[in-house]
């Protein structure tokens, strides 16, 4: 009976997004095994993620050194939720008896129990479901619950140190993702960003601001602030480890971002805010909170899926600026309580 399982093995992904996502399926094996403890092994860039949950135990980092034998013979149980064939052979190195994930890139003899990717991808269902499923054909039924990140008094602390340096510690903020690390057809366009941010300035004078970045968009702010200069617009370039981005973020009364990790962390940490969708789908990787809501102007092409727009990118230029002002100006009224 696996809901006695003592020791369970995690083999996390790489993507920020689908890090927050897959934290769900975590929280609800801990609801039906609370004796359950918890690794994550995990790439670098989803560490802090995983870290930051409140069900899980330990993360391991992979590394071309991690430990194979180690984990073997500690664990009885790994869940696979990568679908990379790296991920399926990695498990089966650690000699670790049942490893449980879904059928891709002929890795099913890697595993010892394989689910039908096909047959789940045909549902259209949203991203958290895939994670579920793998969960679930372990500890069988799981709740659905909405990922929970915790962000600790240090990390709260160190957060208002920084604000303080920057001149935004007694500003109510707005947290703005303007880039996405997928590729520049998710990112709604520099100048509408640019001309919601004076709006926010002008119509909210106690307002901070403070824009978010990974390093390979970090550009992206960094050319909007260029354009708009005032102390009450502070961009994190990209230099801040990602859980000190996350207790940043958990300082802001509202979120405006792309579909990205940032979106999902927002959504994660109950922020209302808004998103904007282009070419890819919210029904299938949508922010699993509903107080964060979904702005798109639908074209026939959308979604595409594609990481680069081949035309004239018409899914973001014509969801314009004065099209998401309503919604976002009574967003924040809201928050702000005015």
Known sequence: MKSQLQD????????IGDAVISLATLQGIRKVSPSTLITVLSSSSTADIYRMSPVVERVVERSGSFNR??????????????????????????????????????????LTRSLDYREWKM???????????????????????RPELFVSDELLRRTDNYLERNGLQKSP?????????????????????????????????????VMFAGKKDRDVPARIQEKIKTSRLLSTDGKIELMLSVAVL???????????GMMHIGAALGKPGVAFFGP???????PQSSSIRILSHPVRCAPCLLRECPIDHRCMERLTPEDVWPSIRRGISEALGA
């Open 173 to 209: 903020l707005i947290g703005i993702n303007p880039g996405a690390h997928y590729g520049s057809a998710k990112m709604w366009p520099e100048a509408y960003y640019i001309d919601v941010i004076n709006r926010i300035l002008c119509t909210f004078p106690d307002a901070g601001i």
């Open 280 to 286: 890819t789908d919210p029904v299938a990787t949508g």
């Open 123 to 145: 549902r259209a269902q949203h991203q958290s479901t895939y994670y579920r499923a793998i969960g679930e054909a372990a500890f069988g039924p799981l709740p659905v619950e």
């Open 69 to 110: 034998p180690e984990l073997g013979k500690r664990f009885p149980l790994a869940l696979c939720f990568p679908l990379s064939f790296r991920s399926a052979i990695d498990l089966w190195l650690t000699g670790i008896p049942e490893r449980i994930g879904f059928t891709h890139e002929f890795r099913s003899l890697l």
């Open 250 to 260: 958990s300082r802001c009364c509202f979120v405006i971002t792309n579909d990205s």
């Open 8 to 15: 369970l093995l995690v083999y996390g992904v790489n993507w």
